[in-house]
């Protein structure tokens, strides 16, 4: 004898897990626009920034991401575009209102934190499981429906044309098998690319600062080189507290500090993103994600070789200059 569950009663089931999505994507917009202003790109904490701390490691969005953040306007643009769309699709959610239509949103939504972010948490892999736990709970809401507690079964009841509709959800178990597959080997392969997760070598990210310098070359008496913050916590910088300028010899003939950085008729900063390399009291700041071209004017008359750059925390990183 076979026993079937009837749409209505799986949707009542997962009820909690609709509440629960709805609510944390409805948060992004209550967190960024009701207790806090973080759509002003003059403000502290705005999200923009945080978009760009997504840059270094992205997963395949990659130049959507560095387009955006190259094109302040319209940035800002997308930001407060994505931020009503999760606040709609959050909001529906909760009221269980188009729930499989909103479940598609979340679905999405949830894919481009993966893939954007999925690299980053310093203590757990927060942003990676975020990200995976929304592909699927949208794929399950999408086959579940919202149940008997939500405005979908309200206007059902009421034979309103646009919730006329009830997916079948026992008829789709090729389709449900074939998607749980394919989130599964999602799952199994961000892991892996982004954290070493399923085998190998573990690695995080997320807990140390590190810098990439791609180009450094010495002209007109001037050292000139690209630098970006492509490793580490989002929530906190990288403190440079000296960069050495040495010759062939390994020798060290300039050195610049706190003095220096704070001196903008010394140290040009050409800040490339949203995310900018800043001087602070003590030491010059880089956000993840930031990228500048820095120069150095040099007063002594032997000829420079190599820089290196020293981070608070005793991390050099070091580069030959084109000459």
Known sequence: MTTSISPTIVGNILTPLRWVIGWTYFSAFWRRVILENKLDPEAAGYIGEKFNHFLPNALGIKPIIEYLVLNPDMLE??????TIIEAIVGLFLI???FTRLMSVGVFMLA???LLGSGWLGTTCL???QIGVLGVAGGFVLYFAGSGTWSLDFYFRKKHALFNKSTMPIIQKNKIILFGGISILALTLFT???FHGGVYGTLHNKSVKPKLEIYSAE???NEIIFDVMRVEGADVYGSFVIEINVLDAKKNVIQKYNANEFNNKNLIQIENLYV???KPSTHSLIFPLGARAKITLPINN???PASIIIKDVNGTQWNKMLNL
């Open 95 to 97: 009221l269980g209102w």
């Open 301 to 303: 008359k032997t000829k």
């Open 126 to 128: 927060d942003e990676w």
């Open 111 to 113: 894919l481009g934190i």
């Open 191 to 193: 892991n892996q690319y």
């Open 275 to 277: 995310a900018k390399i």
């Open 77 to 82: 643009i997308n930001m407060i575009a994505f």
């Open 218 to 220: 010495y002209k007109n």
